[in-house]
């Protein structure tokens, strides 16, 4: 098994006031934004392409911008999952990306058992990692300021 790289992307996926939220397969009660490893070669912005089409079969264009916030949390990797590492690799870089949609729309699930669309409030309380909490917490302060540079058109 190859090391997976410690850089990740977490896309945002939401509209003008919910969230959507994935609920994982191997734990029914941790529910997230889409996420993923960087590959080796791949720019972050490929990787967040390829994770929301792996995970949502969703794909930028036709007015639906993907859009890289320019945030990044670094954040300690939990021990059950970093065997999956280069030995002595402790940490992770997650960059921030938005997907704006102008409604909720279904996907298609391959990874998660369960999506749900809340409003962004509820989707803060619901995330189960404090990297998508912040997230969603940054898309509500925009949101409040009336900031344009998530995607809006």
């Known amino acids: ?6 850089e990740s992307v977490l896309i945002l996926i939401h509209t003008d006031d919910q969230v959507l939220l994935l609920q994982r397969l191997d734990n029914d009660d941790f529910w997230q934004s889409v996420t993923g490893s960087l590959e080796p070669g791949e720019t972050r912005f490929q990787a967040a392409e390829r994770e929301l089409a792996e995970e ?3 794909r930028p264009g036709d007015g639906v911008q ?4 320019g945030r990044r949390v670094r954040f300690e990797i939990y021990p059950r999952w970093r ?3 280069r030995p002595g690799v402790t940490h992770n870089w997650e960059y921030e990306f938005y997907l ?9 699930l ?3 058992q369960a999506q749900c669309w809340l409003p962004l409030a509820e989707a803060r309380e619901r995330a189960s990692s404090w990297t998508n909490k912040l997230a969603i917490d ?3 302060q925009m949101n409040n300021k009336g900031d344009d540079t998530d995607g809006r058109s």
């Open 66 to 69: 993907l859009v890289e916030t």
């Open 83 to 85: 065997h999956r590492y």
């Open 138 to 140: 940054r898309l509500i």
């Open 100 to 108: 704006r949609l102008s409604s909720p729309q279904r996907v298609q």
């Open 1 to 6: 098994m190859a090391f997976k790289h410690p």
């Open 56 to 58: 949502t079969g969703l």
């Open 110 to 112: 391959t990874e998660h």
